[in-house]
Each structure stands twice: as structure tokens, then as C-alpha cells.
């Protein structure tokens, strides 16, 4: 089987995490004929030539269908794929692999515990919390849950900063609430929340939590158990893996008491027309043949990420985004979205009266990738009275050379609109 | 690539409209209106019309947010089509659809042969295919009100 190696010129030193650019080969080209400035990892990172191998190997030596086979590439298959989820156990210190469940990405793992764990056990009258700055992907899904069972679904405030309202959310925590779903990073305003707090005071009130993590985990060092969180949801694609691989972490206890998310293949022990029994877990949450191959490609990421080490990361990116907001606090005219205590890897501005939008337009022109629009968070434009906002988003290849480019790139906007 | 090109997107004629666009805001007595919707950037325009019983269209206005692009180009194009008739807009949405993709649009039939004048501005466009939408967004709410269909349009 494929061994991965470790072929990043990262080492543990602040001042080589600079280097890693040279790790990812799509940095490595001209846009516009500009060298490309990539800024958009908070919607999807770019791979290092280690995930892209591993996944490429893995395709051209190893595939074969996972738990099925008695032949040596269904072996090879299914050691790759489990491997993988070991990582993810240790990445995350989980319990047990029997807590770490594949899933598509963030989205299918909040949907699989709003259908799985939160329906069967909700009923007209009952409440779910969130915030007013979740993604999309943790607000719909609870709101098909609502319509399904007549459940209320309860917004907890942001304050001017992008900060969420503590006081107000806890006040919320009555005993008609069955979960408490909350982003560990914002994304579109990059506002860390609390989740440990809360978490513990969510508990004292008998109420389970899910967070979001999607852009978390490719920022900071989560620990599952430190955290207590019951759930934790993350995709692979905003941490240097493939897209369409993702993580429902879960305490075991719970996942022991939930029905299957869906029917099919490999979550089954023994299927008759009279009845079927269900496979263990994880694989009881795994219907169907999985994304082998991407599951080994989040595996590799993880190897990266922790070869860097994420103490690292953090440091590397936090004086990058310091870098950034002061650069950019520089210009006259830029209003800056999202200003919390404490935050990751994003800042959303508006510049002037320039459409998020055109901005867009003008920095790629210039080679530099950035996100406009509402960022799949169209509640929290509503709240600051804006249609979409320009997001730079930043992962350890950024550096403050990318900075600067944005900088020149926004003043050449300007000029033009003059 | 140049400025240049970003100089012929963002020429002075469509920063002028993006700024101060022209017939903005609601009508009275409005016969035909649409909503155009483009998500990819959070575009949102409702054209409004008032077409009298000889199908000329007596006045048109439009309101909503979007980026320079869509907001002058519904404000060139409220500007363009007050005083034709429908037939003639529509020629107009075609010539427009031609102009910015490359395709005329069935929708107006073969005679569209019409002078663009100031809608030429548009064409910088052209250049930039992620922006084609935008400029696109109020020519398909103006196709949409004179077809009377209700639902919103959305460039996806």
C-alpha cells in the first residue's frame, strides 16, 4: 500500500511556513498575467503535491471497493480508507474511530444530525438554537427539521463587531431546546466564538451542542473531547483535501442511539425481506461504496497539517491577518466587517462605495483571488445592511507579499472609480 | 492583460449611470414589471413598466442593488426603451443578448438590426464572461415583464 511520505519544505519554524507555497502547485501560475495571489481558502483551499499524490496513487495502485473484498486491492482499499480515519481520530482526539463518520463535507454531516439524531426526538413546540452568523448550511437544514416536526428555531444576536451576544443566547437555553448548533469560526466575518463556554453552559442546561467546524479546523487545534462538544462537523476541502469528503465527529453514545441517515450497502450486518440488522459503527452512518479516494486525501492533509503543526498555523496565520486588517485599516475609505476580539483568517471589508462585486472583477484582473458576495451567510449581510461584502480569506501559503498585493490591487480599484 | 481593459469595462459612461442611475425608483401604474435575481453576487433589480394599450412603453423605472455593471445597465436600458414599443425593446434585447454573448436570442425575431448607440458602452464586457450576467440581469427582467410571467428571473 501506499506509504505517504512527507515531502513539505515545511518545518516547525515560523519563518520557513513561508516556503509552503512552493508545497501547493496551483500557486504556481499567472492569472491575468499577474503571479496568482489566492485569497479565497476560507470557500475552498488549494492541495499540496502530498495530498494530490496520495490521491493519484492511491488511484493508480490501490483502488479496489472498501470492506468487501478478500482480494489484495480491496485490502489495500479498505487499509487506506481506515488509515485515514485513524488521522482524523488523532487529529481531532477523538474517543474512538468509532466516532468519526465520513460524510460528503460540513453540510451532509449537520443534516445527518438534524434527520438522524434531533427528528425522531423533536416535537411541535421544541426549539433549536443558532446564531445569527451561521452559514447557510447550519441554518437550512434545521429549517426543513422545523417545518418536518413543527419545531421553533431560535436565532441568537450578533453584536456591531460580528461578535455573538452571549447574555441573550444563554437566555435562550430554556428546557424546550433540543440543540444548540454554533459556528466555531465564522465565515464571513472570521469571529471565533466561544464554542467551550458555551458548551459547558449548554450542558448544565441538559442541552447536547453541534459546531460547525469548517473553519475552524484548518486554523486552529481542535480537541474533541477537550471541547465536549457532542457534535462536530468539518469538510476537507478548506483544510488542503479533496471536495466531497467531509467529518461527523460524534460522541459514541449518542451515535449508539440514532437510527441511519440512509439505506443501502456496508451499513448492514444481515439483510432479509423481514428485517435488516445494522452494521456497527461508524459504518452504520456510511451507506453505500464512500469516497475512498478523497478520504485518503483528507488523510494526507492531515498528515501536512500536522507535520507544520497547528500551534503553528495559528501563530503563522493570526500575523498574517494582523498584517492584513492593519494594511488594510490603512486605506481611507475601507470599512471593515466583522472587527470580533477575537478572530481567524478572514476579514469581509467594502471599499468606498465600490460593489463587492466590481472589486472582484478588478483584483483578479490583477491576479489576486478574492471572494465577493454574501458568502453563503446572506443573514449577517442583512444585519450590517449590505449586499454582499469582498472577503480575503487566508491559509499558512498566504504571506504579507500577498498582502501588499492586495493593497495595490485595491488601489488600482480606486483609481478607476475614481 | 491591462488596465486598459478594466478602463473599457468601467468606462466613464457606465460609472456615471453605476452612480447616478437614471429612472430609479417606483412607478405608478404600473402594467408590467419583474424581478431579476442573480445570486452568484446577490444582484437583486425590480424593473417596473407601464405599457399603454398600443404596446408603446409609456414610462419604466427600476430599483434594487447590484454592482456597477447590472445597475448601469438597467439604467441605460430603463433610459433606451421609454417610448418604443415592445417589439422594438425586445429587438433591443436582442441586439443587447448579441452584443454581450455572442448569440441573438430567438425571443425578438430576426429584425434586429438596431443602432445600440450608447448601449455599446456595455460591450467591455464582453471580455470579462464572469460579468456577463450582471450586464445581462435587467434585458432578461425587461423580457420577462413584457412576456408577463411572474416568477423571478435568476441569471443561474
Known amino acids: 500500500m501506499n506509504q505517504l511520505s512527507n515531502n513539505s519544505t515545511c518545518s516547525d519554524s515560523t519563518t520557513s511556513i513561508a516556503e509552503c507555497r512552493a508545497d501547493f502547485p496551483a500557486l504556481d501560475q499567472k492569472i491575468n498575467d499577474h503571479p496568482l495571489v489566492y485569497l479565497d481558502s476560507a470557500a475552498s483551499s488549494q492541495q499540496p503535491s502530498s495530498v494530490i499524490d496520495a490521491v493519484s496513487s492511491y488511484q493508480k495502485h490501490d483502488h479496489a471497493n472498501v470492506h468487501r473484498g478478500v482480494h489484495t486491492l480491496s485490502h489495500r482499499a479498505t487499509e487506506a480508507y481506515e488509515g485515514a480515519r485513524d488521522k482524523i481520530v488523532s487529529f481531532i482526539n477523538a474517543n474512538s474511530r468509532r466516532e468519526v463518520v465520513f460524510t460528503s463535507g460540513t453540510t451532509q454531516a449537520i443534516n445527518l444530525v438534524a434527520q438522524s439524531f434531533c427528528r425522531p426526538r423533536m416535537r411541535a413546540g421544541d426549539k433549536i438554537v443558532i446564531t445569527h452568523l451561521e452559514h447557510h448550511s447550519n441554518i437550512v437544514p434545521w429549517q426543513l427539521l422545523c417545518e418536518q416536526t413543527g419545531a421553533e428555531l431560535t436565532v441568537a444576536p450578533i453584536d456591531e463587531k460580528g461578535q455573538v451576544e452571549i447574555l441573550p443566547l444563554l437566555a435562550m437555553l430554556d428546557e424546550n431546546v433540543r440543540l444548540l448548533a454554533i459556528a466555531h469560526v465564522s465565515n464571513a466575518l472570521g469571529s471565533v466564538l466561544p464554542v467551550k463556554s458555551l458548551i459547558s453552559e449548554a450542558h448544565s442546561r441538559g442541552i447536547p451542542v453541534l459546531v460547525d467546524g469548517a473553519q475552524a479546523v484548518p486554523h486552529l487545534a481542535v480537541d474533541v473531547q477537550d471541547l465536549d462538544c457532542d457534535f462536530y462537523a468539518f469538510s476537507g476541502h478548506k483544510m488542503f483535501g479533496p471536495t466531497g469528503i467531509g467529518i461527523l465527529y460524534a460522541k459514541e453514545a449518542l451515535l449508539e442511539k440514532m437510527p441511519p441517515y440512509q439505506g443501502g450497502g456496508d451499513m448492514i450486518l444481515e439483510v432479509s425481506f423481514g428485517g435488516t440488522t445494522f452494521n456497527d459503527l461508524p459504518y452504520k452512518f456510511e451507506a453505500g461504496t464512500p469516497n475512498i479516494s478523497g478520504a485518503v486525501g483528507l488523510g494526507a492533509a492531515v498528515d501536512y497539517l500536522q507535520n507544520i503543526g497547528m500551534a503553528n498555523v495559528t501563530r503563522h496565520e493570526q500575523e498574517t491577518l494582523n498584517y492584513m486588517t492593519s494594511r488594510l485599516a490603512d486605506l481611507d475609505d475601507v470599512r471593515m466587517i466583522g472587527t470580533a476580539d477575537e478572530k481567524a483568517s478572514v476579514q469581509s471589508f467594502m471599499l468606498g462605495d465600490i460593489h463587492p462585486h466590481d472589486l472582484g472583477t478588478i483584483l483578479d484582473h490583477q491576479g489576486v483571488a478574492i471572494r465577493t458576495g454574501h458568502h453563503c451567510a446572506m443573514p449577517v449581510m442583512d444585519f450590517f445592511g449590505i449586499p454582499g461584502t469582498a472577503r480575503a480569506s487566508l491559509a499558512i501559503y498566504n504571506g504579507k507579499s500577498d498582502i501588499d498585493r492586495l493593497v495595490q490591487a485595491l488601489q488600482t480599484a480606486r483609481t478607476i472609480f475614481g | ?156
Not at chain 2, 478602463?7 to 430609479?24: C, K, M, N, T, V
Not at chain 2, 412603453?57 to 454592482?67: K, N, P
Not at chain 2, 426603451?81 to 429587438?91: F, P, S
Open chain 2, 1 to 156: 492583460m491591462t488596465q486598459d481593459e478594466l478602463r473599457e469595462l468601467y468606462r466613464e459612461l457606465i460609472l456615471d449611470h453605476a452612480r447616478s442611475p437614471r429612472h430609479f425608483g417606483k412607478l405608478n401604474n404600473v402594467s408590467h414589471m419583474a424581478e431579476g435575481i442573480n445570486p452568484l453576487c446577490g444582484d437583486k433589480l425590480k424593473l417596473y413598466f407601464r405599457i399603454g394599450e398600443n404596446k408603446v412603453i409609456e414610462d419604466a423605472t427600476f430599483e434594487g442593488s447590484g454592482c456597477a455593471i447590472s445597475v448601469a445597465s438597467a439604467s441605460l436600458l430603463t433610459d433606451t426603451v421609454i417610448g418604443l414599443t415592445t417589439c422594438q425593446a425586445m429587438d433591443y434585447f436582442s441586439a443587447i443578448s448579441e452584443l454581450l454573448v455572442g448569440t441573438r436570442s430567438d425571443a425578438a425575431g430576426d429584425k434586429a438590426d438596431v443602432d445600440l448607440g450608447k448601449l455599446k458602452a456595455l460591450q467591455g464586457v464582453r471580455e470579462f464572461p464572469a460579468r456577463v450576467k450582471c450586464a445581462t440581469l435587467a434585458w432578461h427582467g425587461l423580457h420577462s415583464a413584457i412576456q408577463q410571467r411572474n416568477a423571478p428571473v435568476s441569471t443561474e
